[in-house]
């Protein structure tokens, strides 16, 4: 045997770093240290350093992998190990981006620990320094009595676990479902809470006994209140997700958490093609189970609350790993471009990406208005691009690839959108995605009238009530 040591260190700071490390043995299998936090989800199997490593090795051709979230290059090597004679490696990690430094910050609003993790201090600590996250955000939930890790940690900023460069706070999810696994109104996370909003479920997460009441929306009011951030989760599934976004009771939209959905976007931009104004944001749900994040832009060094109000305002872009950013006549994503109908507006996009990028694509109103196909070892470049305007709308660009990252997720980013305001008639966007929208709300209204559980009838006439605001919303389109 010979002892195999490592220290991880950014190259440019020269600082200790935690990082993920994976040793593969000569016959191919992992090599670890006894007791090593392991990473959890799909793609290559990791465990977790402290900036430090040591594993006991066998003679033969090891290969060495270190990873560190998405602005570092991996780092790997191939050495020879000889019996009896310890090696000891520097490894020197490097960015290929700084985006930190131009004033643009990740976070994960979105990540619990289920009732089987047993280290979730040890854990905790290291998602949001190995994920190299600015904002980390887990949250409490309920379902049934699972003893949930996370659901131990008090609400707000977590102290422990927060410093100059990483935030990293607890929140609530609010959900309901109409049955153990079928959504039902959705759920929601809420951020930047000070207290707990109650309840956190409803209905058949809580026993079989519980009503299908209170609606999401009041969670919503309740965190709004508190100073909070709404964000709705998956897409936008559930029955009272277009309610509530139509009544301006959430703040951003979650796309793609957290790994195993498809990449998923229709829900999202039938809400922007209504003119309803929702930022990009993204988290990874089960545990840091993906590289999805979201940045925000501060304008300058990481501050929560600019954090935050990057969010709110929609300057952001999600991604697994890529940066992209875009402009519309100058204006930045979140801003709002005033034009005539028969107008044309510039949309400007760049990106840049560890991984190759295949194809970059313009959507305005849902359609793609504008495609650079790309050669498969391209990882950054710049095009512009002229999109006619029929009416008010809406901009953005997203990019994506067949390649994947250790997570085995294929390549992808999307920016939140320019909104355009032009006078005249609706679009037929618009039209067709409120019409969309109206029906949706009727098939729910019917739900909450013939099967949905209350314990009286103001309950229920509530909940109703509720969803034809919302619908009368959409039906002003028409």
Same mark, same amino acid.
Request: hydrophobic share 35%.
């Given at each position: 045997?010979?002892?195999?040591?490592?220290?991880?260190?950014?190259?440019?700071?020269?600082?200790?770093?935690? *990082?993920?490390?994976?040793?593969?043995?000569?016959?191919?299998?992992? $090599?670890? !240290?006894?007791?090593?936090?392991?990473?959890?989800?799909?793609?290559?199997?990791?465990?977790?350093?402290?900036?430090?490593?040591?594993?006991?090795?066998?003679?033969?051709?090891?290969?060495?992998?270190?990873?560190?979230?998405?602005?570092?290059?991996?780092?790997?090597?191939?050495?020879?190990?000889?019996?009896?004679?310890?090696?000891?490696?520097?490894?020197?990690?490097?960015?290929?981006?700084?985006?930190?430094?131009?004033?643009?910050?990740?976070?994960?609003?979105?990540?619990?620990?289920?009732?089987?993790?047993?280290?979730?201090?040890?854990?905790?600590?290291?998602?949001?320094?190995?994920?190299?996250?600015?904002?980390?955000?887990?949250?409490?939930?309920?379902?049934?009595?699972?003893?949930?890790?996370?659901?131990?940690?008090?609400?707000?900023?977590?102290?422990?676990?927060?410093?100059?460069?990483?935030?990293?706070?607890?929140?609530?999810?609010?959900?309901?479902?109409?049955?153990?696994?079928?959504?039902?109104?959705?759920?929601?996370?809420?951020?930047?809470?000070?207290?707990?909003?109650?309840?956190?479920?409803?209905?058949?997460?809580?026993?079989?006994?519980?009503?299908?009441?209170? !609606?999401?929306?009041? *969670?919503?009011?309740?965190?709004?209140?508190?100073?909070?951030?709404?964000?709705?989760?998956?897409?936008?599934?559930?029955?009272? *997700?277009?309610?509530?976004?139509?009544?301006?009771?959430?703040?951003?939209?979650?796309?793609?958490?957290?790994?195993?959905?498809?990449?998923?976007?229709?829900?999202?931009?039938?809400?922007?093609?209504?003119?309803?104004?929702?930022?990009?944001?993204?988290?990874?749900?089960?545990?840091?189970?993906?590289?999805?994040?979201?940045?925000?832009?501060?304008?300058?060094?990481?501050?929560?609350?600019?954090?935050?109000?990057?969010?709110?305002?929609?300057?952001?872009?999600?991604?697994?790993?890529?940066?992209?950013?875009?402009?519309?006549?100058?204006?930045?994503?979140?801003?709002?471009?005033?034009?005539?109908?028969?107008?044309?507006?510039?949309? *400007?996009?760049?990106?840049?990406?560890?991984?190759?990028?295949?194809?970059?694509?313009?959507?305005?109103?849902?359609?793609?208005?504008?495609?650079?196909? $790309?050669?498969?070892?391209?990882?950054?470049?710049?095009?512009?691009?002229?999109?006619?305007?029929?009416?008010?709308?809406?901009?953005?660009?997203?990019?994506?690839?067949?390649?994947?990252?250790?997570?085995?997720?294929?390549?992808?980013?999307?920016?939140?959108?320019?909104?355009?305001?032009?006078?005249?008639?609706?679009?037929?966007?618009?039209?067709?995605?409120?019409?969309?929208?109206?029906?949706?709300?009727?098939?729910?209204?019917?739900?909450?009238?013939?099967?949905?559980?209350?314990?009286?009838?103001?309950?229920?006439?509530?909940?109703?009530?509720?969803?034809?605001?919302?619908?009368?919303?959409?039906?002003?389109?028409?």
């Amino acid at each position: 045997m010979a002892r195999l040591a490592g220290e991880i260190r950014d190259a440019a700071t020269g600082e200790c770093v935690e *990082a993920r490390v994976q040793v593969l043995q000569p016959n191919g299998e992992h $090599l670890m !240290p006894a007791n090593a936090m392991k990473k959890v989800g799909p793609g290559e199997p990791f465990f977790y350093s402290d900036g430090q490593f040591s594993v006991d090795a066998r003679t033969g051709y090891h290969r060495i992998l270190v990873e560190r979230g998405t602005e570092y290059r991996p780092w790997s090597r191939t050495v020879s190990l000889i019996e009896g004679r310890d090696m000891a490696v520097d490894v020197a990690l490097e960015r290929w981006a700084d985006l930190p430094e131009r004033g643009w910050h990740p976070g994960n609003t979105h990540i619990h620990y289920d009732e089987k993790e047993t280290r979730p201090d040890e854990r905790l600590r290291y998602d949001s320094r190995v994920e190299d996250l600015r904002m980390t955000a887990i949250s409490i939930l309920k379902r049934w009595d699972l003893k949930y890790a996370t659901n131990k940690y008090p609400i707000g900023v977590l102290n422990d676990y927060t410093d100059t460069h990483h935030y990293v706070q607890n929140g609530a999810e609010s959900r309901h479902n109409q049955q153990p696994w079928e959504i039902g109104y959705g759920h929601v996370m809420l951020l930047n809470i000070r207290n707990m909003v109650s309840p956190m479920s409803r209905g058949v997460l809580v026993d079989a006994f519980d009503p299908d009441y209170p !609606p999401l929306s009041y *969670a919503c009011d309740d965190a709004r209140r508190q100073g909070g951030l709404v964000i709705w989760c998956h897409n936008g599934q559930g029955m009272e *997700a277009p309610v509530a976004a139509a009544l301006g009771k959430v703040d951003a939209m979650n796309l793609f958490d957290p790994y195993w959905s498809d990449v998923e976007y229709s829900l999202w931009y039938r809400m922007l093609n209504c003119g309803i104004k929702l930022p990009a944001s993204t988290g990874s749900d089960w545990f840091v189970c993906s590289a999805n994040r979201v940045y925000s832009q501060t304008g300058g060094a990481f501050r929560y609350e600019q954090w935050l109000q990057g969010v709110r305002e929609g300057r952001t872009f999600i991604t697994n790993g890529p940066a992209i950013f875009m402009t519309v006549n100058g204006a930045a994503p979140g801003e709002t471009v005033q034009a005539r109908p028969g107008d044309s507006v510039e949309v *400007a996009v760049s990106w840049s990406s560890h991984y190759p990028i295949e194809g970059v694509e313009i959507v305005s109103n849902g359609r793609v208005a504008a495609t650079k196909k $790309l050669l498969r070892d391209s990882s950054s470049g710049s095009f512009t691009a002229t999109v006619k305007v029929a009416s008010s709308g809406w901009v953005a660009a997203r990019l994506g690839s067949t390649v994947r990252d250790s997570f085995a997720q294929p390549i992808w980013a999307h920016t939140s959108p320019v909104y355009l305001q032009a006078d005249g008639a609706q679009g037929e966007e618009a039209v067709a995605s409120a019409q969309w929208f109206v029906e949706a709300i009727d098939r729910s209204m019917e739900w909450v009238r013939a099967k949905g559980r209350f314990y009286t009838d103001a309950q229920r006439k509530e909940v109703s009530d509720l969803f034809r605001q919302g619908q009368d919303v959409y039906r002003r389109l028409l």
